[in-house]
């Protein structure tokens, strides 16, 4: 079960779960959205963490993965609406291609259907473990979608307010289907912690590099469009950091930051001043920092699996420098 193989098997998965039920209208948007690419990471780690486990994958593993890639597109939905982001993996987002109605209503029977999903783990004590597990996620992933709009708004927004927020938003998801996966193969309770901390401080280091692609990344790769925090005046970990290290002119970047300037203008000047900052070197480094506790967690994950251990070891340095 080596990742070529893990995500050769989940594609080919997916291709089974097309819903074909009436009405059409509801999950023709869902079908849409969980069949638009993407590189299914969550899935991805929830089955390697299983496979440290197990020698083969099992239909449940097979579900609940599909379950936490449900919940995942379900969040992608509803936040594009609140973001008024009009395309996804370079093409046009739910709300764009089916209208608001349509993305918030078919969001909503995605959250539905993790649950129809997870409810067919048949081990009762796996089960509830799962599900209260997801639960807490669940909510905690509205917590910090929550703080990502209250943060619009705020002007004493400290780094570790930002922090906790990805953490939130981002990173308990990862987290969970690592452990998901972990539970589901039989994993002892301190391993199956190991491979959440692991996950949580991942998806922080994910979440640092998914904002430097988003003022620094290409177009064509990253699949959206560039300066998009920055045309919604999102309090990034990148603008808090250039106010921090910056020796003056803090004022002239925020006001520049906070203005309607069209973004083809805007982007290369916000740029420009994060630069003189040298927030890309920062943010590498701040990465690093997440990458290196998460490992350090991986490491103490007692699995007689250590190909599988070194393929979640390169999963997790490939996500936290990738490009798209």
Excluded: W
């Amino acid at each position: 079960m080596d990742l070529q193989g893990v995500r050769a098997s989940y594609s080919n998965y997916l291709k089974t779960r097309e819903i074909s039920t009436e009405p059409r209208g509801l999950y023709t948007p869902i079908n849409y959205i969980m069949n638009l690419g993407g590189k299914h990471i969550r899935a991805t780690f929830l089955l390697l963490a299983y496979g440290l486990f197990q020698n083969e994958i099992s239909d449940i593993a097979q579900q609940s993965a599909y379950a936490v890639e449900l919940f995942h597109n379900f969040s992608l939905v509803h936040d594009d609406i609140m973001d008024e982001a009009n395309t996804r993996r370079g093409k046009p987002s739910v709300h764009s291609q089916y209208g608001v109605n349509s993305g918030i209503l078919s969001g909503d029977a995605m959250l539905i259907l993790v649950y129809e999903e997870l409810l067919k783990i048949k081990d009762a004590n796996k089960r509830l473990k799962i599900l209260s597990l997801f639960t807490q996620t669940a909510k905690e992933v509205c917590e910090g979608q929550q703080y990502d709009i209250d943060f619009e708004s705020r002007e004493d927004v400290s780094i570790e307010d930002y922090l906790l927020m990805i953490k939130l938003k981002t990173a308990v998801l990862l987290a969970c289907s690592l452990q998901v996966g972990a539970i589901l193969g039989g994993a002892s309770d301190d391993d199956a912690q190991k491979l959440y901390d692991f996950g949580v401080n991942i998806g922080i280091s994910f979440q640092v590099q998914d904002d430097l692609l988003d003022t620094y990344g290409e177009q064509a790769r990253v699949g959206k469009m560039i300066g998009g925090d920055i045309q919604q005046k999102k309090k990034t970990i990148l603008y808090l950091t250039t106010l921090q290290h910056m020796e003056a002119g803090s004022e002239n970047f925020k006001d520049l930051y906070n203005s309607d300037l069209d973004i083809e203008k805007k982007l290369p000047q916000v740029r420009a001043m994060m630069d003189n900052c040298q927030i890309q070197e920062k943010m590498n480094t701040l990465k690093q920092l997440y990458l290196d506790k998460a490992l350090v967690s991986l490491h103490g994950v007692n699995s007689q699996n250590k190909a599988g251990l070194r393929e979640l070891e390169a999963l997790a340095n490939f996500i936290v420098s990738r490009v798209q």
